[in-house]
């Protein structure tokens, strides 16, 4: 479990493919205080240390992961938002974030807004995920406030803290980005859904 509190970025080093899954080697600040089968957070991914070298740590991502997240488009050189697992005596800062990427969207806007920045995601709605005004999301692991909450579309404001220390200074109009939608307002999503079946 994670809090969308990015702690650093990591830079992909070497990406080796075997059958249908991709090993990532990620070199970041602290990858020497890693251990075999600890969970990191890759752009809001929760993916198992497998290996440590000496250029980094590997993590390996299956079919499935690459199919709903922007894992798969990634290239040496390109950086990872990185959040290591919650400790049960830390602060819950963000919110809650499972590092279950539900499904990707696209970043269709980019717009400076005195300072800080202005990013508008599109998502494909048919797939039960919403959003509502105020409420949490996960952009690319990042815990963000949802403003301008519309049917598959809303925004989010990156302050320049946010903005220098993630990969969000990299996205540009275009780009695919990974969505972890509130665990909660699933849940309760779900449960009227169902209700309203039997109703």
């Known amino acids: 479990m994670f809090s969308g509190i990015v702690e650093t970025t990591g830079k992909i080093v070497k990406i080796e493919k075997y059958q249908q899954n991709i090993d990532f080697t990620v070199s970041c600040p602290f990858q020497s205080e890693l251990s075999i089968d600890q969970s990191v957070a890759h752009n809001g991914v929760c993916l198992t ?14 079919q499935e992961t690459l199919n709903r997240s922007n894992l798969g488009l990634l290239k040496v050189g390109d950086y990872v938002n990185l959040e290591r697992s919650m400790r049960p005596d830390s602060l819950l800062d963000g919110h809650i974030v499972q590092g279950h990427v539900d499904q990707t969207g696209i970043c269709t806007k980019v ?8 990013y508008t995601i599109e998502y494909e709605a048919n797939q039960g995920n919403i959003t509502v005004e105020k409420g949490s999301v996960s952009v690319n692991g990042v815990s963000l406030t949802v403003c301008n909450s519309q049917n598959g579309k809303f925004r989010v404001a990156i302050i320049p803290y946010t903005f220098e220390n993630t990969n969000f200074k990299y996205i540009k109009e275009g780009d695919k980005v990974n969505l972890e939608f509130d665990i909660i307002g699933k849940y309760i999503q779900k449960i009227a859904a169902n209700y309203l079946k039997t109703n």
């Open 49 to 62: 240390v497998v290996k440590l070298t000496k250029e980094g740590y590997v993590v390996t991502a299956m």
């Open 111 to 118: 717009e400076d807004a005195s300072g800080s920045t202005y």
